[in-house]
């Protein structure tokens, strides 16, 4: 018979043997602990793989039982004899001196589980950071992964039935029908009331992809769609993560915007008096949201969310812009870094209960056309862009490419992808000495 494991690490003999043996008396209380536990869950390596056993019998509806586990455990050879599995068998049984509290006893594994993770990670922390190969910020990285991803393992929640969620939402339906206006509280406007139609604003855990070539706008439709929440909701907070301008700059374009200055007035110094009235305005009045930018260049998704989790009453993040942003992968492959980052960002949507706004840059490939509207397999480094974003915004303005063009301050935003609905096309007026971005006049949806 294989010998228990006896260790220094925290777990419950007691606890592992009166959930093994409480599932041999009543086969039907695996169904209650298969949530809460995996065979991993288990210290000693013998309850692991009877555990384990166990599960593959229950998932493919054998009976549970003495005899039928006897023979299972045998013909994967984790006793030798017959006799050994019975006798230790028979040992779990005696041992579950209350089948009844079986939740009681997963949840002391579970908890031990929990705790040798903490100490596995810690170890590992420990021998990376004494290898001394990595760099500081990459050490920190790998440290809140490891911890945040124990944390995840534990959070993650039991199946629920349906009809709780079907009441709530019948219920909410009937309150949008007696008043459809009241509808528009549910969710966080754009400040784009053509794009709300077609995505219904921006929700907690959304991912928005704000996609062009350079040039083309994205970073102040981006800034736009952010200040828009914070001047309508002056509660809540707004983060920009600027890359690409230092905050000066980024404050200077949010000035020019909302006094109705061009920065090349402020900074030829030509600006008239009631330039300057309007800018003292301007600055009150910005002074008065709560936006908060961050310019520190090669932040990681990991320093951004430790930020992050500081803003009480944080509702949208705007990150500028995707391509220059690292993890500092050392094996070249830029493609599955990117994808790396796109799907951390989308955790990190979900994980603070924010949406994300990250602008994009298009790839070269849509200049070779002679259709230039972009389309999603224009995504640079596409990797896993697509699937990551809940939604796809991508900018096309006809005077980008056609100086003559009779409508120059024309762009199209192009919802190429949405999670929630119906994809389609709104133009918006670009006033690109004010970097700001107006609603037009017309909406186009597609089926």
Request: glycine share 6%; aromatic share 8%.
């Amino acid at each position: 018979m294989p010998n228990l494991e006896q260790s220094n690490l925290p777990y419950s003999l007691d606890a592992e043997q009166a959930v093994l043996g409480s599932i041999l008396l009543d086969s039907k209380l695996i169904a209650e602990v298969t949530d809460k536990l995996s065979p991993q869950s288990f210290h000693v390596g013998l309850h692991n793989e009877i555990f384990s056993v166990m599960m593959q019998m229950f998932i493919t509806s054998q009976p549970i039982d003495v005899i039928t586990v006897v023979e299972n455990t045998v013909r994967k050879e984790i006793f030798d004899t017959q006799a050994d599995a019975k006798t230790y068998l028979v040992r779990l049984m005696e041992s579950a001196i209350s089948p009844s509290s079986i939740d009681s006893y997963a949840k002391i594994i579970a908890e031990k589980y929990m705790v040798r993770q903490l100490m596995y990670a810690s170890n590992e922390i420990f021998d990376l950071a004494s290898a001394g190969t990595e760099e500081p910020q990459n050490l920190l990285d790998f440290a809140e992964t490891k911890i945040y991803n124990i944390r995840d393992e534990k959070d993650i929640a039991g199946l629920v039935p349906i009809k709780p969620t079907v009441l709530e939402k019948i219920k909410e339906l009937s309150e949008i029908a007696r008043d459809p206006v009241a509808y528009e509280g549910r969710y966080t406007s754009t400040s784009y009331e053509k794009l709300d139609k077609i995505i219904f604003g921006l929700s907690p855990s959304d991912l928005i992809l704000v996609a062009g070539r350079p040039g083309i706008g994205k970073t102040t439709f981006a800034v736009n769609m952010a200040v828009g929440v914070a001047k309508k909701y002056r509660s809540k907070k707004i983060a920009v993560f600027s890359f690409e301008m230092s905050r000066e700059q980024l404050v200077e374009r949010l000035l020019a915007s909302e006094a109705r200055v061009t920065t090349d007035q402020m900074r030829k110094g030509t600006i008239d008096h009631h330039g300057w009235k309007s800018i003292g305005e301007a600055a009150e009045f910005l002074s008065s949201l709560e936006i908060y930018i961050d310019d520190t260049p090669n932040v990681s998704i990991g320093e951004m969310k430790a930020k992050l989790r500081r803003m009480n009453g944080l509702e949208v993040v705007v990150v500028d812009y995707l391509q220059l942003m690292s993890t500092g992968r050392r094996d070249g492959n830029r493609v599955n870094e990117i994808s790396e980052i796109t799907r951390n960002l989308k955790i990190l949507a979900k994980e603070l209960g924010v949406a994300v706004i990250l602008a994009s840059q298009l790839s070269r490939a849509v200049e070779s056309r002679q259709e230039k509207r972009p389309v999603l397999s224009d995504l640079r480094d596409s990797g896993s862009i697509e699937q990551d974003a809940d939604i796809v915004l991508m900018l096309y303005r006809d005077n980008y490419y056609n100086k003559e063009t009779e409508f120059p301050n024309r762009c199209e935003c192009i919802v190429a992808k949405n999670r929630r609905g119906e994809t389609g096309m709104f133009e918006l007026n670009f006033e690109g000495e004010y970097y700001s971005f107006k609603s037009a006049e017309y909406i186009h949806l597609n089926g």
